[in-house]
Nanobody
Framework: QVQLVESGGGLVQAGDSLRLSCAAS????????MSWFRQAPGKEREFVAG????????RYADSVKGRFTISRDNAKNTVALQMSSLKPEDTATYYC?????????????????WGQGTQVTVSS
């Protein structure tokens, strides 16, 4: 199993950039597919970005393509989400999640382990 802790959230203005990080415990981090999800008040939790075990084959929600980049460093047990050109609609609590499957699926139920979340607020 793995424990996840997110950091890097905050209050920014539209058009700004922000980098989120997720630190994982244990020596088995590279065994997990990692993804970022987000959830706004009153909305369903939605897939944002995912990355394979080796750091390749990233996938993104259509709403963030071209603006967000997911990456991972297996030596440091971290996964990051670089966000640029932020919009007010990006405002949400962002969660990192780990899956035991081969590819980063878009369904929250595919993920076994979750962090506590970090708040991102984008003002207009």
């Amino acid at each position: 199993q793995v424990q996840l802790v997110e950091s890097g959230g905050g209050l920014v203005q539209a058009g700004d950039s922000l980098r989120l990080s997720c630190a994982a415990s244990g020596p088995t981090f590279s065994r997990y597919v990692m993804s970022w999800f987000r959830q706004a008040p009153g909305k369903e939790r939605e897939f944002v970005a995912g990355i394979s075990r080796g750091g390749g084959s990233p996938r993104y929600a259509d709403s963030v393509k071209g603006r967000f980049t997911i990456s991972r460093d297996n030596a440091k047990n971290t996964v990051a989400l670089q966000m640029s050109s932020l919009k007010p609609e990006d405002t949400a609590t962002y969660y990192c999640a780990a899956s035991e499957y081969y590819s980063p699926g878009t369904a929250a139920d595919d993920y076994t382990y979750w962090g506590q979340g970090t708040q991102v607020t984008v003002s207009s």
